[in-house]
């Protein structure tokens, strides 16, 4: 095995003749310390021209980053499908000495920052709670065994109310904390061991709720692992680094593999969460739009940074690859001024870019798998006819709130101004009256509701005199849409011409079968019919 040489590996095999040193030094490290006994010739599973790429993508970028003291980056692309792991660049120039350029970054412990917080949200979607739930960005002080702690956001903030979906997609530290104390960090920790942090060897206790900030150290090929079960639906199983082994006379090695899949995720939550990290929307308020994470194609990404800048990251995938970065220092020197997103973030978006190319990506989510609902943004639930434009958020099937948003109210000083005098407020949990207070924002305190009419209930589709025509190209499972306006706990019912009336929930839509012919449907609300409309499908 002495004699083993980058030369022997497959990745020379596609590489033009170089006077420079071989790529892939870290890695062909890493291959001889998996080989069976006894091997002298590998075959490994790098792409030698991404490899090569990915080198120069780090060096030209740490070029750009000098002046902020990035000395140093690593990068893992993974083939989602079959673990193999396509590139490994372990530091900037494995020469460079003073660099500590022999270290492998791939490999090394480091604190992850908010890298780890999509497989808390995760698991937190598997147990109950939906994109749209809130979750309380303001001061909050957590006593722990070692005395309080105050966790604070990157841009030394507080949001107030924030969606989960907002939460997650900018990395508010907060709201990070609290579906942490939620959860527990024993279960935390479960789910990340199982995602395949083995590094994560201390107790729950010992990590505390900090284990979603990343208080716990992991590898970046752990990191990178991790993102591609979530690619995978909530699956683990481990890299692949060689395809095959020979001994000095050629006769072919059997390589030992573990690839029994574990499954740390179910595949519903994690659909969601992907949805949520592909949201460019979403993370503009702290990011922007035209960040390094916005690429051509849809990407699965997070980005993180340890406290006081020491370490840099970026994760995230595609159908197909896996993409992750770190940036820093091997001595742990910070950095200056950077992000998750302008450090690693940068030679992520070029890796990625480089791993997809010639490929055509696959859908990252399926939206059918999804309802969609409108919320309210401020409280979660469903928007109501004072809540502005509300968002349409997708849910699980059958996860979707019932309750119609209380926090945008009519107030007056008195149950009989309410006629004459009644303004718009709100009417919040006390914990967040010091954020919106410090907002501007109109508060109900002190005031008198003023409760108005329920608002009609309607069909909002089909319409009265609807034409309907199947679309012959499509072969089967054609509908007409139905959906009825309605709010609160109503019981709403649809028949369609003589059938039996058949109940709706919210968010009060549902298909019907496109049968040629003239039809009518009529609405129910708590047992009377209040309107018919009449259709045809041609
Ligand atoms: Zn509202």
């Given at each position: 095995l002495a004699t083993a040489r980058a030369e022997?590996?497959?990745l020379a095999a596609a590489q033009e003749p170089s006077t420079g040193p071989p790529p892939a030094l870290h890695f062909v490290q890493r291959a001889k310390s998996r080989a069976p006994a006894g091997a002298?010739?590998?075959?490994?599973?790098?792409?030698g021209r991404l490899q090569q790429e990915v080198e120069r993508i780090v060096d030209d970028e740490l070029g750009a980053l000098e002046q902020r003291r990035?000395?140093?980056?690593?990068?893992?692309v993974l083939d989602n499908a079959s673990g193999n792991v396509l590139a490994w660049v372990g530091s900037r120039d494995w020469s460079d000495d003073k660099g500590l350029g022999k270290n492998d970054g791939v490999t090394a412990l480091r604190q992850p920052g908010s890298a780890l917080k999509p497989f808390v949200y995760g698991l937190a979607l598997s147990r109950g709670l939906t994109a749209a739930t809130v979750l309380a960005d303001v001061e909050t002080t957590l006593a722990t065994d070692t005395g309080s702690y105050a966790p604070r956001n990157y841009d030394e903030r507080v949001h107030g109310p924030v969606r989960l979906r907002a939460a997650l997609q900018n990395s508010y530290n907060i709201p990070a904390v609290h579906v942490a104390e939620l959860l527990g960090p024993a279960r935390i920790l479960a789910t990340l061991r199982a995602a395949g942090f083995s590094s994560l060897r201390e107790s729950a206790e010992h990590y505390g709720v900090g284990i979603v900030?990343?208080?716990?150290d992991v590898t970046l090929l752990e990191l990178a692992n991790g993102y591609r079960g979530l690619a995978n639906g909530g699956v683990s199983t481990p890299v692949v680094e060689l395809r095959s082994a020979r001994d000095a006379a050629g006769v072919p090695l059997s390589v030992p593999r573990d690839d029994v899949p574990r499954r740390f995720l179910p595949d519903d939550a994690v659909a969601l969460l992907t949805d949520v990290l592909v949201d460019d929307l979403a993370r503009a308020p702290a990011f922007g739009l035209d960040n390094a994470l916005d690429l051509p194609f849809p990407v699965a990404a997070k980005t993180g940074t340890s406290r006081a800048y020491v370490d840099n990251w970026t994760a995230g995938f595609t159908r197909e690859r896996t993409v992750a970065v770190w940036a820093g220092n091997f001595d742990g020197t910070p950095m200056k001024n950077v992000s998750g997103i302008t450090g690693a973030g940068r030679i992520f978006r070029r890796a990625m870019l480089a791993a997809m190319r010639d490929m055509k990506p696959g859908p990252l989510v399926d939206p059918r798998r999804f309802e969609t609902a409108p919320v309210c943004p401020l409280t979660g639930v469903l928007a109501g006819p004072r809540c502005g434009h509300g968002i349409a958020e997708r849910f699980l099937p059958g996860t979707a709130p019932r309750a119609v948003c209380e926090g945008h109210?009519?107030?007056a000083t008195s149950a009989e101004a309410c006629a004459a005098r009644a303004s718009p407020a709100l009417d919040l949990a006390p914990r967040?009256?010091?954020?919106?207070?410090g907002e501007g924002l109109a508060l109900a305190d002190g005031q008198v509701r003023c409760h108005e009419a329920p608002r009609a209930v309607r069909l909002l589709s089909p319409v009265d005199g609807d034409e309907f025509a199947a679309d012959p190209t499509v072969p089967s499972g054609q509908g007409i849409p139905v959906r009825v306006d309605a709010s609160g706990e109503r019981d709403v019912r649809v028949?369609?011409?003589?059938a039996p009336p058949r109940a709706l929930s919210p968010p009060y839509a549902t298909w019907l079968d496109a049968d040629p012919g003239a039809h009518q449907l009529t609405l129910f609300v708590d047992g009377r019919a209040v309107q018919t409309v009449r259709y045809r499908v041609d």
């Amino acid at each position: 095995l002495a004699t083993a040489r980058a030369e022997q590996l497959d990745l020379a095999a596609a590489q033009e003749p170089s006077t420079g040193p071989p790529p892939a030094l870290h890695f062909v490290q890493r291959a001889k310390s998996r080989a069976p006994a006894g091997a002298a010739l590998l075959e490994t599973t790098i792409d030698g021209r991404l490899q090569q790429e990915v080198e120069r993508i780090v060096d030209d970028e740490l070029g750009a980053l000098e002046q902020r003291r990035v000395g140093q980056a690593a990068v893992v692309v993974l083939d989602n499908a079959s673990g193999n792991v396509l590139a490994w660049v372990g530091s900037r120039d494995w020469s460079d000495d003073k660099g500590l350029g022999k270290n492998d970054g791939v490999t090394a412990l480091r604190q992850p920052g908010s890298a780890l917080k999509p497989f808390v949200y995760g698991l937190a979607l598997s147990r109950g709670l939906t994109a749209a739930t809130v979750l309380a960005d303001v001061e909050t002080t957590l006593a722990t065994d070692t005395g309080s702690y105050a966790p604070r956001n990157y841009d030394e903030r507080v949001h107030g109310p924030v969606r989960l979906r907002a939460a997650l997609q900018n990395s508010y530290n907060i709201p990070a904390v609290h579906v942490a104390e939620l959860l527990g960090p024993a279960r935390i920790l479960a789910t990340l061991r199982a995602a395949g942090f083995s590094s994560l060897r201390e107790s729950a206790e010992h990590y505390g709720v900090g284990i979603v900030l990343g208080d716990g150290d992991v590898t970046l090929l752990e990191l990178a692992n991790g993102y591609r079960g979530l690619a995978n639906g909530g699956v683990s199983t481990p890299v692949v680094e060689l395809r095959s082994a020979r001994d000095a006379a050629g006769v072919p090695l059997s390589v030992p593999r573990d690839d029994v899949p574990r499954r740390f995720l179910p595949d519903d939550a994690v659909a969601l969460l992907t949805d949520v990290l592909v949201d460019d929307l979403a993370r503009a308020p702290a990011f922007g739009l035209d960040n390094a994470l916005d690429l051509p194609f849809p990407v699965a990404a997070k980005t993180g940074t340890s406290r006081a800048y020491v370490d840099n990251w970026t994760a995230g995938f595609t159908r197909e690859r896996t993409v992750a970065v770190w940036a820093g220092n091997f001595d742990g020197t910070p950095m200056k001024n950077v992000s998750g997103i302008t450090g690693a973030g940068r030679i992520f978006r070029r890796a990625m870019l480089a791993a997809m190319r010639d490929m055509k990506p696959g859908p990252l989510v399926d939206p059918r798998r999804f309802e969609t609902a409108p919320v309210c943004p401020l409280t979660g639930v469903l928007a109501g006819p004072r809540c502005g434009h509300g968002i349409a958020e997708r849910f699980l099937p059958g996860t979707a709130p019932r309750a119609v948003c209380e926090g945008h109210a009519r107030v007056a000083t008195s149950a009989e101004a309410c006629a004459a005098r009644a303004s718009p407020a709100l009417d919040l949990a006390p914990r967040y009256r010091s954020w919106a207070r410090g907002e501007g924002l109109a508060l109900a305190d002190g005031q008198v509701r003023c409760h108005e009419a329920p608002r009609a209930v309607r069909l909002l589709s089909p319409v009265d005199g609807d034409e309907f025509a199947a679309d012959p190209t499509v072969p089967s499972g054609q509908g007409i849409p139905v959906r009825v306006d309605a709010s609160g706990e109503r019981d709403v019912r649809v028949a369609l011409d003589d059938a039996p009336p058949r109940a709706l929930s919210p968010p009060y839509a549902t298909w019907l079968d496109a049968d040629p012919g003239a039809h009518q449907l009529t609405l129910f609300v708590d047992g009377r019919a209040v309107q018919t409309v009449r259709y045809r499908v041609d």
